[in-house]
C-alpha cells in the first residue's frame, strides 16, 4: 500500500481541455481506489503556491501548452512519485483519450508490470538507494529540454561530416588537393592535427550558435549546469570529429559514401538513444546495454540526462570520460592508418 | 652531367596489367625531360610513383641519391608538383589558394608573399588576385593550378599535361612561364602527349607506350630514327601513272602518294630533294601550285615504331 501523495493542479484553460488527463488523475485521487496515489485539489496558481509554501501539498503540476510543468520545494520520494506519474500519463494520454472510459483497465493492464506496480517498485529503489530527484522548480526542466538535448548530441556527431571532408584534402586518393597535400613536405601528422583543430573550431562555433539561439531565441533555460552542458558539448563534438577522421581514413570508398556512412551512424545512434522517444532509450537500456554504452550520441544524451536527473556528477563524468576515449581510439586509428600510406591507385 | 632523379626498373601493375613495364631512366640537373606517350601509356603513373604516392611492383626511385619515400621531407621541399586536374580551393581567392600551398613548403611570411606575388607573374594572372576560381576560365584555371604547384620555387618540377585543355593564349603564357623556370635553374619533367610542345620545350624525349619506353633521346636523335627524313607535299592537277612511276624512281624516294590533287613523296634523305622534284616537274611542263617541305615530326617517329598516332 503507497502512502497518499498531497498534490495539487491548477485548474487552467489547459487542463479544461486535458480530459484524459484529468481524468486519469481523477481516478489516481479517488479514495475507493484501493492504488489511491494523490490527494489531489484544483486550485489557482497562486493558492497552489501558497499551499506549497505551507507544506501542505508536495508539489503541484500545471498544464501548458507544450508540457506539464511540476513544481516541488523539495527533493523527496513523494516528489519522485509526481514526477513519474504525471510523465506517465502525460506520455501516454493518447491512450487515454481512446479508452478514458475504461481508464481503470489502462493502470491494471494484466500485458506487463502494471503501473502501480512499477511505481512501488520506484519507490522502494529511491528508498534503497537514496537517490533524489532534483527541485525542478528551479532549473525549470521539460520534454522540450530532453528533445533540446537529443539535438544537440546530433549535432556535435555531425562535427564528423566536417572531419571527414578536412581529411579529404589530406588523402591523395580522395581529391586532387589531397595529391597536392600528400607531395608536400608538410608531416602527415601535423596535417591531420591542424585539420582537426580546424574542423573543431568550426564545429564549436557551430554549437554555441545553437546554444546562442536556444538560449536567447528560444528563451531557454539551462539552469545552473551550464558550464557541465558546454563542457559535455564540447567533448561530444571532438568525438563527432573523430569519428568522421575514422570513418574518412580506413573506408576506401568516394567523399559520398564516408559522408553517408557517417549520417547513417550519427541518425542510428540517435534514435538509438531516445531522440525520436525516450522510450528508445530505456529500452535498449533495459534489453542491450552494451549498444548504448558504446554509441557516442547515447553518451552524450546520457550525460544530459545524468545532470538533469542526478544530484551527484558521477554518471556526468563517466560519460565525459566515455567520450574522450572514444575520441582517442578514432584519433589512434585515424593516426595509424595515414602513417607512410601510399596507394595502389589514385 | 648531375643525375638528380634515377628510375631503375619501376615495374607498376594495377591487376594483371602492367601500367609501368621495367622503365629505367635518369633526369639530369637543368633539363626538361619530356615523357611523351599517348593515353593510358604510363606517363602518369609513372610521375606518381617517383612522387612515392603510388606502391609500385619492382624498381628503384631515388632523388638526390636518396630513396625516394612518403616521408622524404627533405627531398619533397625541393619538388612542386602540377597535376593533370586542377587542385585548387574554391572558396579561396587566386591569390590566398597560391598563398596556402606555398605555405605548406614556405615558412617565413616576407618571403611567402614575395613568392606568391612572383608565381602569379610567372603565369600572368596577377589581375586576377582576387578573383575565386569559379569566376575564371579554363586557361586562367590552369595557369593558377600551375602557378600554386611552382610558387615556392622548387628545384625539380613535375609537370602533368599543365596544358590540356587551354586557350591557345594560356597554352603560349604556360610555356613561356616554363621555359623561364628552366633559365631560373629548375629541372623538369614534363608529361604530354602534344608533341609540338615537347618540341618546343624539351632537352631530352622519353617516348612511352604501353607502359614501356619505345625510344629516348633529344628530339634530333629521335627524328633521325625516322625512315622519312623528307616529305615534300605538292599541289598539282596533272599528274597520270606513268608520271607517278617516274617519280618513285627519282634519287631518294620511299614512296609516292597522289589524291585529292596532293602529290606527297617521302625520301629517305633530305637533301637537294626540293631541287629534285621542281626539276622534274619543270622538265615535263607538268603546272603545279604550291609546293611543302615537311621534316619528320616525333608524331611520324612514334608512328613507325608503334603502327598508331600519338593521338590515338
Known amino acids: ?346 | 652531367m648531375e643525375s638528380i632523379i634515377e628510375v631503375k626498373s619501376l615495374t607498376k601493375r594495377y591487376k594483371e596489367k602492367r601500367a609501368v613495364d621495367d622503365l629505367s631512366f635518369d633526369v639530369y640537373k637543368g633539363e626538361i625531360l619530356g615523357l611523351l606517350g599517348p593515353n593510358g601509356s604510363g606517363k602518369s603513373t609513372t610521375m606518381n610513383c617517383i612522387l612515392s604516392l603510388l606502391n609500385f611492383d619492382r624498381g628503384n626511385i631515388k632523388i638526390y641519391g636518396k630513396e625516394m619515400t612518403p616521408n622524404a621531407y627533405d627531398i619533397k621541399r625541393k619538388i612542386g608538383v602540377v597535376f593533370q586536374d586542377v587542385a585548387v580551393f574554391d572558396e579561396l581567392t587566386v591569390y590566398d589558394n597560391i598563398d596556402y600551398f606555398c605555405g605548406l613548403y614556405i615558412t617565413d611570411k616576407k618571403m611567402k608573399k614575395k613568392y606568391v606575388d612572383d608565381a602569379m607573374k610567372l603565369v600572368g594572372i596577377e589581375e586576377y588576385k582576387k578573383y575565386f576560381p569559379k569566376q575564371l576560365s579554363g586557361g586562367l584555371l590552369r595557369r593558377l593550378n600551375i602557378a600554386c604547384g611552382i610558387a615556392h620555387k622548387p628545384e625539380i618540377i613535375f609537370l602533368d599535361e599543365p596544358t590540356v585543355a587551354v586557350d591557345p593564349q594560356s597554352r603560349n603564357n604556360i610555356l613561356e612561364g616554363i621555359e623561364t623556370l628552366r633559365k631560373n635553374g629548375a629541372t623538369i619533367v614534363y608529361t604530354t602527349h602534344y608533341m609540338e610542345e615537347v618540341e618546343i620545350l624539351c632537352d631530352r624525349v622519353i617516348i612511352l607506350d604501353k607502359g614501356k619506353i619505345i625510344a629516348s633521346g633529344t628530339t634530333d636523335e629521335l627524328k633521325e630514327l625516322a625512315k622519312t627524313k623528307e616529305k615534300i607535299r605538292v599541289e598539282t592537277k596533272e599528274l597520270g601513272n606513268k608520271e607517278i612511276h617516274e617519280i618513285k624512281k627519282l634519287s631518294c624516294v620511299e614512296e609516292v602518294l597522289y589524291k585529292d590533287n596532293i602529290l606527297e613523296v617521302m625520301y629517305t634523305d633530305e637533301n637537294n630533294n626540293l631541287e629534285n622534284i621542281i626539276g622534274y616537274l619543270k622538265s615535263n611542263n607538268i603546272k603545279y601550285s604550291r609546293i611543302f617541305s615537311e621534316r619528320p615530326t616525333l608524331n611520324d617517329v612514334f608512328l613507325e615504331l608503334t603502327g598508331k598516332e600519338l593521338r590515338d
Open chain 1, 1 to 346: 500500500m503507497l502512502n497518499v501523495v498531497d498534490i495539487a493542479v491548477i485548474q487552467n484553460e489547459e487542463l479544461d481541455n486535458n480530459n484524459s488527463f484529468k481524468q486519469a488523475m481523477d481516478y489516481l485521487s479517488n479514495e475507493k481506489n484501493s492504488n489511491r496515489l494523490f490527494s489531489t485539489r484544483y486550485v489557482s496558481e497562486e493558492e497552489a503556491s501558497a499551499l506549497l509554501e505551507k507544506g501542505e501539498i508536495s508539489g503541484y503540476v500545471k498544464l501548458t501548452a507544450e508540457n506539464p510543468k511540476i513544481v516541488v520545494d523539495k527533493n523527496g520520494v513523494d516528489q519522485t512519485i509526481i514526477k513519474y506519474a504525471v510523465e506517465e500519463i502525460y506520455q501516454s494520454q493518447d491512450s487515454y483519450e481512446e479508452l478514458y472510459k475504461n481508464i481503470e483497465s489502462i493502470f491494471n493492464k494484466e500485458d506487463g508490470q502494471s503501473f502501480f506496480d512499477r511505481i512501488k517498485s520506484l519507490v522502494i529503489m529511491l528508498t534503497k538507494n537514496n537517490i533524489n530527484i532534483k527541485d525542478t522548480s528551479k532549473s525549470n526542466l521539460s520534454y522540450t529540454m530532453i528533445e533540446y538535448y537529443t539535438l544537440i548530441a546530433m549535432t556535435c556527431m555531425y562535427g564528423g561530416i566536417i572531419g571527414a571532408v578536412a581529411i579529404s584534402w589530406i588523402l591523395a586518393n580522395m581529391t586532387n588537393i589531397g595529391k597536392r597535400t600528400s607531395v608536400s613536405p608538410s608531416s602527415k601528422l601535423t596535417m591531420i592535427l591542424s585539420s582537426c583543430m580546424a574542423s573543431y573550431v568550426v564545429q564549436i562555433i557551430g554549437i554555441a550558435i545553437l546554444f546562442a539561439f536556444t538560449i536567447f531565441g528560444l528563451k531557454v533555460d539551462y539552469g545552473d549546469k551550464l558550464p557541465q552542458i558546454i563542457l559535455l558539448s564540447s567533448i561530444g563534438c571532438l568525438a563527432g570529429l573523430s569519428l568522421g577522421l575514422a570513418v574518412s581514413t580506413t573506408v576506401k570508398s568516394g567523399e559520398g559514401a564516408k559522408v553517408g556512412i557517417i549520417l547513417a551512424i550519427t541518425m542510428t545512434g540517435s534514435f538509438l538513444s531516445g531522440m525520436m522517444g525516450v522510450t528508445m532509450k530505456y529500452i535498449i537500456d533495459k534489453n542491450a546495454p552494451i549498444i548504448n554504452k558504446l554509441n557516442p550520441v547515447n553518451m552524450i544524451t546520457d550525460g544530459f540526462y545524468s545532470l538533469y536527473y542526478y544530484d551527484t556528477l558521477d554518471r556526468f563524468n563517466f560519460n565525459v570520460a566515455s567520450l574522450a576515449i572514444f575520441s582517442v581510439i578514432m584519433l589512434v586509428i585515424s593516426v595509424m592508418t595515414l602513417r607512410r600510406q601510399k596507394y595502389d591507385n589514385i
